[in-house]
């Protein structure tokens, strides 16, 4: 489903692309082949690994790339390009290959996320877009998946609709939190669109409207008799909210032979409350009756909660979440990693940096992930330039980047290519998998890394490593300062 329909999204570029493509129009370089990385350096939070997201949105946006009449007349009147320029724009179109890992895929720092290779014009122009739906979503697909393995199994909601910064933030987002697997949201567009399940049950407003707590309670039991969540701390969540809504149960859903509701805590200590609360429901013979809680929750607080005892089946996790509130910048980038020549070689381009950490990985690669055979775990990933080939029948030695003294060897595993060819030659060549599939891809593939890769703080550096014949061509080039 499209998100966009009433905006040319090709627009949605920093104007530098647009001053670049003529650059290259005027001076030759317009059908030069290139190609790009995206990939991130630093995982969110300080975590172990990152959740691949934002893909559909990309192929919905590379199939509609064009220019509009407007658009044209725009970029005539700012008087920096010539007519043969806005000519070619006026009859664009994406014509290169892409490649990414599929949606849902852990990833590591610096490894290709998604793979372009285009005319020059062709790849600078897309990549603020292709920049900014892979950070947007990835970053709360990340969180998202870091708040579902602090609630242990329990259900996680996503709330944030209203703490969105923005429209798309909000639809988009409660897409990538489904992906990293919570159970569904409360903005009803993104099912919608998406199918993402939204649900919800009253807000403090629907209690204070009615002249008591329990007429409150009782008339939402008779208009929701399968959906009886009742809010139980607009006034005093002990005292009056939980006998109340245990009243207005025994009162309407027993009669009808109705065991399973809920109520929700949105304020005060959950801990003490949901204990409490609990055996109150279970000493009034509501053992089915589930109690949820929100208000400002994330991975910490529900982690700290749950050590602690509380009595919690589910968790509403809104600002915190569609924001990423703790570090709400992915940091994905886009480099320039070879070109190719008319005869057809691939010449490999780094970016080099006083920054260690902003040394990029050069030429066309494919990247692998080994498991091992004996566990089913993920070992490492495998960067290798594009014509080499894994033998997983044989023990492989690979180089830790960031020590060229390190090697290690891994036997007794199966490899796996991350990358699917997603374009060629501007024809879609992916089907894309329906969002409740890569949800459950997501989730199994996190399955595959151990605990200690999953650690919130500290976890333990999961390596993406180099074949030996990259780790020589990069090398080559930062001897020689980066030039051919």
Not at 113 to 120: G, P, S, W
Not at 442 to 450: A, G, K, N, P, R
């Given at each position: 489903?499209?998100?966009?329909d009433?905006?040319?999204l090709?627009?949605?570029?920093d104007?530098?692309e647009l001053?670049?493509?003529?650059?290259?129009?005027?001076?030759?370089?317009r059908d030069?082949?290139?190609?790009?990385?995206v990939f991130?350096?630093?995982?969110?939070?300080?975590?172990?690994?990152?959740?691949?997201?934002?893909?559909?949105?990309?192929i919905?946006?590379?199939?509609?790339?064009?220019?509009?009449p407007?658009?044209?007349?725009?970029?005539?009147?700012r008087?920096l390009f010539?007519e043969e320029f806005l000519?070619y724009?006026?009859h664009?179109k994406?014509t290169?290959?892409?490649?990414?890992?599929?949606?849902g895929?852990p990833?590591?720092?610096?490894?290709?996320?998604?793979t372009?290779?285009a005319k020059a014009?062709e790849?600078?122009?897309?990549?603020?877009?292709?920049l900014?739906?892979?950070n947007?979503?990835?970053?709360?697909?990340?969180?998202?998946?870091?708040?579902?393995r602090?609630?242990?199994?329990?259900t996680v909601?996503?709330?944030?609709?209203?703490r969105?910064q923005g429209?798309?933030?909000?639809?988009?987002?409660?897409?990538?939190a489904?992906?990293?697997?919570?159970?569904?949201?409360?903005?009803t567009?993104s099912?919608?669109?998406f199918?993402?399940?939204?649900?919800?049950?009253?807000?403090?407003a629907w209690?204070?409207?009615f002249d008591?707590?329990y007429?409150?309670f009782?008339?939402y039991?008779?208009?929701?008799?399968h959906?009886?969540?009742?809010?139980?701390d607009?006034?005093n969540?002990?005292?009056?909210?939980?006998p109340?809504?245990?009243?207005?149960?025994?009162?309407?859903?027993?009669?009808?032979?109705?065991?399973?509701?809920?109520?929700r805590?949105d304020?005060?200590d959950?801990?003490y409350l949901?204990?409490?609360a609990?055996?109150?429901?279970?000493?009034?013979?509501?053992?089915?009756c589930?109690?949820?809680?929100s208000?400002?929750?994330?991975?910490?607080i529900?982690?700290?909660?749950?050590r602690?005892g509380?009595?919690?089946d589910?968790?509403?996790?809104?600002?915190r979440?569609?924001?990423?509130r703790?570090?709400?910048?992915?940091?994905g980038?886009y480099k320039?990693v070879a070109?190719?020549?008319?005869d057809?070689t691939?010449?490999?381009?780094?970016?080099?940096?006083?920054?260690v950490?902003?040394i990029t990985?050069?030429?066309?690669k494919?990247?692998?992930?080994?498991y091992?055979?004996d566990?089913g775990?993920?070992?490492?990933d495998?960067?290798?330039v594009?014509d080499?080939?894994?033998d997983d029948s044989?023990?492989?030695?690979i180089?830790?980047?960031e020590a060229?003294?390190?090697?290690?060897?891994?036997?007794?595993?199966?490899?796996?290519?991350?990358q699917?060819?997603?374009?060629?030659?501007?024809?879609?060549?992916?089907?894309?998998p329906?969002?409740?599939?890569i949800?459950t891809?997501?989730?199994?593939q996190?399955d595959t890394l151990?605990?200690?890769?999953?650690?919130f703080?500290?976890p333990?550096?999961?390596?993406?490593?180099?074949?030996?014949?990259?780790w020589?061509?990069?090398?080559?080039?930062l001897?020689?300062?980066g030039?051919?």
């Amino acid at each position: 489903m499209k998100v966009y329909d009433k905006i040319n999204l090709t627009m949605l570029c920093d104007f530098y692309e647009l001053t670049m493509a003529h650059g290259y129009f005027q001076n030759g370089y317009r059908d030069r082949i290139t190609y790009f990385d995206v990939f991130y350096r630093q995982c969110p939070d300080g975590g172990g690994f990152a959740i691949a997201a934002g893909l559909e949105q990309i192929i919905q946006y590379i199939q509609e790339l064009h220019f509009d009449p407007e658009d044209i007349e725009y970029l005539r009147g700012r008087n920096l390009f010539d007519e043969e320029f806005l000519d070619y724009l006026a009859h664009f179109k994406f014509t290169g290959d892409i490649w990414a890992v599929p949606e849902g895929t852990p990833v590591f720092p610096k490894e290709p996320i998604l793979t372009v290779r285009a005319k020059a014009i062709e790849a600078q122009l897309i990549e603020t877009f292709l920049l900014l739906s892979i950070n947007h979503q990835s970053l709360i697909a990340t969180k998202a998946n870091r708040v579902v393995r602090a609630a242990e199994g329990r259900t996680v909601l996503e709330f944030g609709s209203r703490r969105a910064q923005g429209a798309d933030a909000a639809i988009l987002g409660a897409r990538a939190a489904y992906i990293g697997g919570c159970n569904g949201t409360a903005c009803t567009i993104s099912d919608q669109l998406f199918g993402v399940k939204a649900g919800g049950t009253m807000a403090h407003a629907w209690v204070q409207m009615f002249d008591t707590e329990y007429e409150a309670f009782k008339t939402y039991c008779t208009l929701y008799p399968h959906n009886a969540t009742l809010l139980v701390d607009t006034y005093n969540t002990l005292k009056s909210g939980v006998p109340n809504a245990i009243r207005a149960f025994n009162e309407v859903l027993k009669p009808l032979g109705i065991t399973k509701c809920g109520i929700r805590l949105d304020s005060g200590d959950m801990t003490y409350l949901s204990k409490k609360a609990r055996k109150m429901l279970d000493d009034a013979g509501w053992t089915e009756c589930q109690i949820s809680v929100s208000n400002s929750l994330d991975e910490y607080i529900i982690q700290d909660i749950l050590r602690q005892g509380a009595q919690i089946d589910l968790f509403g996790v809104g600002e915190r979440l569609i924001t990423a509130r703790s570090e709400p910048v992915f940091g994905g980038v886009y480099k320039l990693v070879a070109v190719e020549e008319e005869d057809g070689t691939i010449l490999p381009k780094i970016k080099i940096s006083e920054n260690v950490g902003k040394i990029t990985n050069p030429h066309f690669k494919k990247l692998y992930r080994f498991y091992g055979n004996d566990t089913g775990k993920a070992i490492a990933d495998y960067l290798c330039v594009y014509d080499e080939t894994v033998d997983d029948s044989q023990d492989l030695e690979i180089f830790d980047p960031e020590a060229t003294w390190k090697t290690k060897t891994v036997y007794n595993f199966t490899a796996k290519e991350l990358q699917v060819p997603v374009f060629l030659g501007g024809e879609l060549v992916y089907e894309c998998p329906t969002l409740e599939q890569i949800r459950t891809y997501c989730l199994e593939q996190v399955d595959t890394l151990w605990d200690e890769v999953k650690r919130f703080d500290n976890p333990h550096t999961y390596y993406v490593d180099l074949s030996r014949k990259l780790w020589d061509i990069k090398y080559a080039l930062l001897k020689k300062g980066g030039c051919k």
